[in-house]
């Protein structure tokens, strides 16, 4: 299956206003490329990428007073699969874990998994260990949070979250990444381009999405705690402890995103 | 100057533990040494060590069921001389800074740049950038908060200690990197040894102790917001965002710390 | 099955002489132990590791006038089982390999793709591609290549061996990996203990042993165009792109080696 | 000052033809952009970037039947001085160089250490240490070889360029990177723009240029032997160990080039 996928993005600023953009597909999907992925900066300043300590590509910009339209457009190859299940997937002892892997245990800005041990320890203890552990921790986190976009908040965390029983994609992500950690099992954020391919269509403006990544049975795995069902067509931006490692942008000073369009869209084939 | 330094922590555990320790000297000391740095435990379990992605050394070992004792004593190189003064480096236009070093603007577990934006704007608007400016935010911590081995709690963030106005040494570097990091300013985490070289003897048992580095002219810089005076004999153990990164030992189910005991003391020559 | 290796090596020099050494294991087989891996300097020297861009360990030491002795001797889990055959793994176009494998198809001090490519192409280009292909490169080289501990020569290069048709197990694994990368196949060398487990004693002094691995099917294989059979039982030690890169020492002044005795046998079960 | 440079390159093929090519300029460069820097390819076939082990950055593409025009036109901010000379750099004791700069002392494809160490030691052991030392090599180098374009080969190495006395940019780099290292001074290969601002016009093609630096006081300094004098205006775009690693374009298959056109000039001012 192709996905052409891109978006158009506008940021006004009064006085010039620099930026780190995650907005390039993440390198794991580089070779699946059948245009190229390419920033278009309007107006054409200069702007260069670099590889943060994750991986992901970021793009470094200065928004120039009067504002800058970013643009994107591309197409990609994808399986046209839905995420694949693998309960057989079993959960690592920690001592086997690989050492790069440990960090995903740790707490981090919007993952308190110092505060939200105990309510992970005495709701997950007794799942079994492994694929099902994660899938009780994504159901109860669907069941228990409403989603709501009037609910976004840039400081609510997986503990806000857990309290106010509202969120958004991201806020179901950060709560079951930080269930998941208490538990021992490696969990980090993932955010991209998430379309509505072999579902009903979404009468409601696309935007980027959240989900997760478990390590299991030596591998990541793919959960969406929003969602909890498999779904066709992630293409994968920015991977990283929380939204703070993957934000979209990241701007210092004060400039407003004031338009904001994003595309996925399965290529169909004209006969 | 030589100085002398090491512990001994005792760990119990009734089962084993699995453990990841920062418990060696940082890298950057490695040319300073002229015994060799080594953790010996006992029992004589296997240990071993990988280097993170912030170049700390860290190591792998499981407590036993009846326990684990972990030692180092070693003699370490050192200038001698207080932290370095630099009051004329400069503070970058965000633009101008190392790819590598914006990591350390954004939010962590402890430092909630977004909650504190606002209090740190205010405050610190005004003072001249640079050197005088991270000057100001430790003299504002160092005066706003009390210090006090009993207000240490291992979930307490800057947030917290802003509103507390009490904590330990972590606490002050927690609060003074938040604020520097909303000024845009990068400000990372230390934790290390520091004994009382150079001022009066403490009447306290020794223990690690914590301070932060900003990034200013092109170089990170040394600031104690605890002790907020120039100190001699720090030795760098890890450093990170914040104490999730450097904790000295994280363990991975019930492990209890029985023991502890540092020294780091001046190697002085007989005649 | 369980593995007791290790080695003591002796050096002798006149003047203090600095060394990096790569006398540890390799990261990969650190879960495996079950007693520490421990370099130990008699005189007790300071000494410490980093890792390389390769991913080895490193130590760093200064051999005193008066010379130094380094010993490790520790166990290790291993599978026991042979080498895996996969000759179903398939090559992979260049432009589908990962982007950090390319530099295992780019010449090298010992291997020097770019005298060797048309030999390799004409006597390999034939041959169906992927594990085929490799093998028949490791038929070739083991055929070729006469085997004598005498004919080992610091400067010796895969081109000079294929010229001179003698070598040891260094320059086997040289030649093999030249003509891999000629027919655009990622290879890289290893170097690490191997033992006499399941096959007959062998009557010489045991040494550390040099081997390579390829990239294909979306993982690394091992050969050994040295011995040109699975065996039992490799510790490895380092990799990189030829021995430059792996030397279990590398001296910078004239410290002479002087004693060398290395051992890896089955720890044999008593009853 | 600002420097325009760009470049035209053409390559041919008759069937599609892998490439990976360091035609970017360096990220040290990247915030004196004043204009992006932009790869356009035609046809407008996908390519992505990495950054290889070296901190350089790589794109990958596949050259199409018919072929594949690969332009770059920038513009970026310069000093505008001559190569810097720091006669007072010392040079290091290999105990005390920083671990990860080790690698440049040691031999690669085109520096054979182990084959000219005993040149080194006659000609330069009674040289004094550091700055000075290096010159006498840059010196030698500049003499011992003469210049010309038909020399260039693509086997040729630093031994062959010492005993032919005879070679290209990239053959004096390799010379005098190879003197370096054995005389345990860290020296790497460097390659990018370099064009005759300041100096009389040049009546040649415009090509790449190659130089080389070495490690001496904590620093890395740029040296030219094919040039031996302090040069206005080189821009950067890849280091290694060598030409091996630092290749402009390397293809796996058949594609010719058939087309260069380099071009790097001050922009000057209008009045």
Known sequence: ???????????????????????SIHPSRHKGLVTPHRIVATPDVPMYDYVDAYGNVCSRVTVPAGGLTLTSDFTVEDSGLPDTLTPEAVQHPVEDLPDDVLIFLLGSRYCETDRLGDTA??????????????????????????FGYHYARPTKTAWDTHQERQGVCRDFAHLAITLCRCMNIPARYCTGYLGDIGIAPVDAPM?????????????????DARHNRPRIGRILMARGRDATDTALTTTFGA???????????????LD
Chains 1, 2, 3, 4 share one sequence.
């Open 1 to 23: 299956m192709l996905i052409r996928a891109g978006y158009q993005i506008r940021y006004e600023a009064d006085t010039p206003t620099p930026m780190m953009a995650m907005l």
């Open 121 to 146: 320890w005495s709701r997950f203890g007794h799942a079994p260990a492994g694929w099902a552990r994660v899938q009780a921790i994504v159901d109860f986190t669907h069941e228990h949070v409403e």
């Open 207 to 223: 935007d980027f999405s959240a989900w997760f990544e478990v390590y299991l049975g030596g591998a990541w795995h793919t959960f």
């Open 255 to 269: 400039a407003q995103l004031t338009g904001f369009d994003v595309h996925t869209d399965e290529v169909l084939a």
